[in-house]
């Protein structure tokens, strides 16, 4: 199987998978265990779109390595706690190697933290408010194959949703990571056709019960 043309590999398992998780243990069980569920909790839902956010320019690999130490340093990612922090959190953050040491990131997630509270008391929860944006089939693509993938990084939803969180004053979220979002909270199933997880996150998708 050519990777590079299909996007899949086989597995020392036998199985098939989406190619990007390699043969790492921890970005295997990431692939299979994760991306692509549903997500509905908040909490998880702001975590992952602040990771995403300190993802730019970085590695998902690298992010995904630091997600504990994330966590411990930003309060489990309770966005009603981080909207708290001041200036003594932001150089507490700035010295602990465990997280990435961007200075605009980190005075980014604080903000966004704030930001989604006011979403959250919008909407009655994060959620709502995300899933209320799940693009139709109308919008996907019919197959969802390597070349369409790599061709579109960013989506129509993806740049709308974008568009409104930028209005509402929250930063590091581009369309491009707006997208990398939907795909990881399960919004959409972006699992290559002929990958192990690609039926499986459909039927949860169908089981979900969205929220709202």
């Keep these: ?82 909207a708290e922090y001041g200036e003594t959190d932001i150089e507490r953050l700035l010295g602990n190697p465990g997280i990435v040491r961007h200075r605009g990131k980190i005075v980014s997630t604080i903000n966004n933290a704030k930001r989604a509270r006011e979403l959250a008391d919008e909407a009655g929860s994060l959620a709502a ?15 969802v194959d390597y070349p369409t993938l790599i061709a579109n990084p960013t989506t129509p939803t993806s740049t709308r949703i974008s568009k409104e969180l930028k209005k509402r004053g929250w930063s590091f979220v581009g369309p491009t990571t707006v997208y990398a979002f939907m795909q990881a909270m399960g919004m959409v199933n972006d699992h290559i056709e002929g990958c192990m997880c690609r039926g499986k996150i459909e039927a949860e998708r169908k089981a979900f019960k969205r929220p709202g």
């Design 129 to 143: 408010w995300f899933w209320k944006f799940e693009p139709g089939p109308d919008e996907r693509p019919k197959v």
């Design 1 to 82: 199987m050519d990777e590079k043309k299909t996007g899949l590999m086989v597995g020392a398992d036998g199985v098939t998978r989406c190619f990007w998780p390699g043969t790492l243990p921890d970005y295997l069980h990431y692939h299979d265990n994760e991306w692509g569920r549903p997500v509905v909790n908040d909490v998880r839902l702001f975590e992952k779109i602040c990771l995403e956010g300190f993802q730019s320019g970085l590695s998902w690999l690298t992010i995904l390595r630091k997600r504990e130490s994330f966590r411990e340093a930003f309060s489990g990612f309770d966005f009603d706690t981080v």
